[in-house]
Nanobody, 124 residues
Framework: QVQLVESGGGLVQAGGSLRLSCAAS????????MGWFRQAPGKEREFVAA????????YYADSVKGRFTISGDNAKNTVYLQMNSLKPEDTAVYYC?????????????????WGQGTQVTVSS
């Protein structure tokens, strides 16, 4: 049973940084794409970034490009999201997700496994 556990959320001032972690267990993840999504109150869940375990290719939403960096540690089965220059509009619950695919996809429906989410709040 695949399990994803996020950590690292919190409260930060605008312009600050946070690093989220997603620990994956219960599977072999070399054939997976790992993604980060977020959901703000009253809004739909949206794609943020993704990384393909095999080869390390990454992809970002335009809204975070240049500010967020996704990376992975294969030995620890852990994916990170380094978030810099945070803005109040980045406030949301951030979710880690796994897609059994060798192609990076951004739609929620393609992701098979989800973590419980971690709250990120950016104050102005």
């Amino acid at each position: 049973q695949v399990q994803l556990v996020e950590s690292g959320g919190g409260l930060v001032q605008a312009g600050g940084s946070l690093r989220l972690s997603c620990a994956a267990s219960g599977g072999t993840f070399t054939s997976y794409v790992m993604g980060w999504f977020r959901q703000a109150p009253g809004k739909e869940r949206e794609f943020v970034a993704a990384i393909r375990w095999s080869g390390g290719r990454t992809y970002y939403a335009d809204s975070v490009k240049g500010r967020f960096t996704i990376s992975g540690d294969n030995a620890k089965n852990t994916v990170y999201l380094q978030m810099n220059s945070l803005k109040p509009e980045d406030t949301a619950v951030y979710y880690c997700a796994a897609d059994y695919s060798l192609v990076i996809r951004t739609a929620n429906r393609n992701y098979d496994y989800w973590g419980q989410g971690t709250q990120v709040t950016v104050s102005s």
